[in-house]
């Protein structure tokens, strides 16, 4: 056990640093984990995650998921609810690639199937998303266009034949969240932006063509809902962000907060840490920013998943509507969102800080779209490249616990540096075919960087925010094919 | 060693320690560092030289808007360079770097990751005797 003074147990998988742990805590932090994952847990979390809980105007709790682990100001796998009047919004709460989120589409195709074209598959693929470094878009869009593109997301690409007719309603917040002003973002993050939409990325982001997994069909019932019928059926899922813009937004914010913090008179104990009252102008201005990133971001994927269906129809000679590749879903688990939640007996717009984290609002919530409605919003939980990852459903208890969150993949436990030096990329290329997973890698060094081993258990995390009842199991999904960034 | 990577710091992101006899060849090595973190420096020819100037409030805020600009134009125009001559300003709160490189060719440069961005994390600029170090955290 980590030796954190004054924590306790407050269920199986919940633990609780009281607010006396540390000068300045508002409230306690609250942890979820495992023993072993807690014991596992770098001492960082523990110091971030405090830090967090001394902030202006944060309600209830500081949160760390089952995933966390050490990131900038704020702990990724952190959450944190502030009062829209008294408390801040902070940049490093989002993160720099704001609105880095999972989007998972389903196919009726069967493993058997897809295998004996894998390579074929995944190589056509990898030529129509660009990926890793310096990576430029094929769309074509004009400077001009970025400020409706940013402002209205999703419904942007619906408009623009982009999106099928029910992708929108598959995304968070319909793939368009409201109050974005292009006018807040700055030249050079439209410039870093504008060649990048349909782009992969590189570091932890990926494409994987994935499998359900027949050992963990875990809620045939509920996956029923998804689409999700047979236990060898094929899905695609997709991790990535908002590219050069959403991080040239972060940095610019950073930098301005550092200076406005002075004027408003607030410390932080981290200067990662920098925040600015979400009522100030410089918080307004940060958020309609913020929001273009995220609005970018839906985009992106939109995109790509587009290039996606492009590529089966090519490989499998049918349209990808007679493949049934429908969008299940897709979430943000970097942002900064305006919600209502009920806490301490009233019901209160707070403005929930996602860093690492995935929102998981359970049955009958407004904002669950309606095919969801009564069993919750989906939860997509990406694990590393070797071991799969899972899909979940959000729950009332999230809704009374934890602002609507959960976990948002599996937490890295090792450096890259060290993830290189303990299995070169080519050999890591070689075991993952040998294990079914035919992979394309823009770089053999980044490859190695995302190695299994160089991830927490993402069965253990799943399992602790499943026991802890803040989402709920459905069905877990394994790589046959991975396109890494 | 004038760039040493710091494996121990940012898991999930990249973290180096630059030392050099003056703050100018520091500017120089921090840049270098970022280079290689992005690609191998080996691969790249100075085909296309670029002049930078970069101005900003104090030394620190210089190193970091300068690295940051180099980023920008890494996404902006596709350009990695391989060498920096950096000429700082008396009062350390401006330079004009001439910097060598190429636009990336995916099929030449060993290319590695993309540096999101420059962090606050442990940044910082400080004198060690006749030393000079910067520490430098990447978002990747």
């Known amino acids: 056990m980590k030796s954190v003074e004054g924590i306790k147990q407050v269920s199986e998988v919940s633990w609780e640093i009281p607010p006396s742990f540390k000068q300045g805590m508002k409230v306690p932090a609250r942890i979820y984990a495992s023993k072993t994952l807690l014991e596992n847990m770098d001492s960082g979390v523990f110091d971030q995650v405090t830090n967090v809980a001394c902030l202006p105007g944060i309600v209830r709790c500081a949160y760390a998921m089952a995933d966390a682990h050490w990131g900038y100001g704020f702990p990724i796998g952190g959450v944190a609810a502030f009062d829209t009047e008294k408390g801040v919004i902070s940049p490093g709460g989002v993160g720099f690639d704001v609105n880095c989120g999972m989007r998972l589409i389903r196919t009726n195709l069967r493993v058997s199937e897809v295998r004996p074209r894998i390579k074929e598959l995944v190589d056509l693929i990898y030529t129509l998303v660009p990926v890793g470094v310096g990576a430029r878009s094929a769309q074509g869009f004009a400077e001009s266009q970025i400020g409706d593109i940013t402002s209205l997301g999703v419904r942007w690409c619906a408009e623009h034949d982009l999106a099928w007719d029910d992708d929108p309603e598959h995304v968070e917040e319909g793939g368009c969240i409201k109050g974005a002003d292009i006018g807040k973002v700055s030249r050079e993050a439209i410039k870093r932006g504008i060649n990048q939409f349909g782009t992969l990325g590189s570091g932890n982001h990926y494409l994987e063509i994935q499998v359900v997994d027949p050992e963990r069909f875990l809620d045939p019932e509920l996956a029923k809902q998804f689409g999700i019928v047979h236990d060898d059926q094929v899905m695609v899922m997709i991790h990535c962000g908002s590219r050069g813009f959403g991080h040239q937004i972060c940095t610019d914010y950073l930098r301005n907060f550092e200076s406005g913090m002075r004027r408003f008179g607030i410390q932080v104990r981290d200067r990662d840490l920098a925040c600015l009252p979400f009522s100030s102008k410089e918080g307004k201005d940060y958020y309609s920013a913020m929001v273009c990133a995220a609005n970018y971001a839906f985009v992106n994927r939109q995109i790509i998943v587009n290039k996606v269906r492009e590529a089966f129809q090519r490989t499998f000679h049918k349209e990808a509507e007679a493949l049934d590749m429908h969008l299940i879903y897709d979430v943000c688990h970097n942002i900064a969102k305006v919600e209502r939640h009920s806490y301490d007996g009233s019901s209160m717009d707070v403005v929930v800080h996602r860093k690492g984290a995935t929102r998981s609002f359970g049955p009958g919530h407004p904002d669950v779209p309606k095919p969801y409605k009564s069993i919750g919003q989906p939860v997509i939980i990406g694990g590393s490249m070797e071991t799969g990852s899972y899909l979940l459903v959000g729950t009332q208890k999230a809704m009374e616990e934890t602002f609507g969150s959960t976990a948002h993949g599996s937490g890295r436990t090792m450096s890259r540096t060290a993830a290189k030096r303990s299995v070169r990329g080519s050999e890591l290329q070689e075991r993952m075919l040998q294990h079914g997973i035919y992979v394309k890698a823009a770089t053999m060094d980044g490859l190695a960087e995302e190695a299994g081993m160089a991830y927490k258990d993402i069965s253990q995390v799943v399992e602790t925010m499943h026991r802890a009842g803040i989402s709920k199991k459905v069905v877990a999904l394994r790589p046959i094919g991975n396109i890494k960034g | ?140």
Request: glycine residues 4%.
């Open chain 2, 1 to 140: 060693m004038p760039v040493k990577f710091l494996p121990d710091v940012a898991l999930a992101d990249v973290a180096y320690e630059a030392t050099a006899s003056s703050l100018q060849v520091l500017f120089e090595e921090c840049a270098r560092g970022l280079t290689e973190v992005m690609v191998d420096p080996k691969t790249v020819r100075a085909r296309e030289k670029r002049t930078l100037r970069v101005s900003s409030e104090d030394t620190d805020r210089l190193l970091y808007d300068f690295l940051t600009e180099l980023i920008i134009l890494k996404d902006t125009d596709s350009i990695l360079f391989k060498s920096y001559s950096v000429k700082l300003g008396k009062d350390g709160k401006s330079l004009v770097c001439a910097a060598s490189g190429e636009v990336i060719d995916r099929e030449r440069h060993d290319l590695r990751n993309d540096a999101k961005a420059v962090t606050m994390h442990l940044f910082g600029i400080r004198q060690e005797g006749m030393t000079w170090k910067a520490t430098i955290v990447l978002d990747i």
